[in-house]
């Protein structure tokens, strides 16, 4: 067969991480239902835990033009991954990653008689390598950028930052007001800068690979992020100075399912997770009043002190309110934790709680019951919870986290900003302002937003018509 004739090829390769892994995989699952042949290219240890638990395999199968392939990361099999040692992946990724890359790309394993050579790429910012290995070959890449907007406004305003003498603070009076980020003039004070720029000193490895991507950002084709134009216009109107192609092609989750039930007429089941679910919190759920759940999960990433962990158990039992805990089995900071419930908080957690060690979030977000959602405020989880129209409370670990809290308090409404404190009556009076005394206030906004964000994805809206647009525009780089 002609190979001009077939449909065009995207390789779309992940961070390896949770968030940007589950991410991109809906956008694979979009492409696929525009014909695209995709190849979703995961590092070895990525993919041998996707496989591990859920069944991603099967359920890609309904997409013929779908296959995945794996990399090695470079690392040993017993390096941990995360917390602090997760930069180390960066090192490798360029040492071991980057030839193996370049090799797959050039020896033709990729194509076959259906399928093309790749004729796009699409990679997460923070893999710079990839750039410059398509641009040798000459094949166009895009940026995926899974964090939010504000942050990658933030990032991309760093040099700024630098110029200004508003960056490095190296810790200091983070009350100080930050005036170098567009837009955000008015209320963005040090502590709401994205984690990094916390450090001492302008020469940590973070900040450096920040500042590379920012560097590299012009030469790539587009980038694609995941948000929707309504809640984040006059951020995504900044961003496009420094990149002028842009596609705001979210909430992911949400567009995914529109176009499933769309094209499919069935609607998407989507589990991407790294972690084994435990389905049984659904139960427990349907048996708890309507929105009476406040639900409490950090995300895939955050590691905690066991201090920290009782002050938010002493929250969550004092405010007498029903809570279902994501606790992860990696989640306490060098210690191992018996998972025993403490003898103070017994009666408190078998009344009203649940502890789970990984949940099907969007599933529990969706659920009746649940009427609030603690959160790190991770941007995958965000708008997993804006979606759902849940208001939230954000506990901001690292990265763009700091920021998204800001945004999430005061510009969108949809919830407060509990970042840099650790307090078990602080914890229990924002559960109590969440779930009663200031609800009322919360719901106005959270209502809208979830609106605006559903309908952003359906047929001829801003989101849908981003995606289409992108779309055409990997078709017609691939003639
Ligand atoms: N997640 C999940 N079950 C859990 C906790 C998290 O499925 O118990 C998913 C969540 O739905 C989200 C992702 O893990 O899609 C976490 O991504 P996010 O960007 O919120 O935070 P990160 O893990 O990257 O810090």
Redesign the pocket.
Known sequence: MDQQSLPPHVLIFPLP???PV?CMLKLAELLCLAGFHVTFLNTDHIQSRLLRHTDVQSRLKRYPGFRFETISDGLPEDHPRSGDRFIEIFDSLAATTKPLFREMLNSGCLSSDTARPVTCIIADGFLDFLLVVAEEIGIPLFYFDTTSPCSVLAYLSIPKLIDAGELPFNGNDLDAPIRSVPGMEAFLRRRDLPSLCRAGDLDNPVLKRVLTEVRLLPRTKGLILNTFEEIEGPILSHIRSHCPNLYAIGPLHAHLKFRVAEEMGSPASS?N?L?E?DTSCMTWLDAQPLKSVIYV?F????VTTMENLMEFWHGLVNSGKRFLW?IRPDAIAGETWDRQTPAELQEGTKERGYI?G?????EVLAHPAIGGFLT?G?????L?SIVAGVPMICWP?FADQQVNSRFLEEVWKLGMDMKDTCDRVIVEKMINDLMEVRRDEFMGSVDKMAKLARTSVSKGRSSYSNLDRLIEDLRSMSL
């Open positions: 991480l949770q968030g589950n589990s997770s972690w679910e999960s995300g895939s990433m955050a994501v789970v990984w949940a099907p979030q969007e790190h991770g941007w995958n989880s965000t997993e670990y």
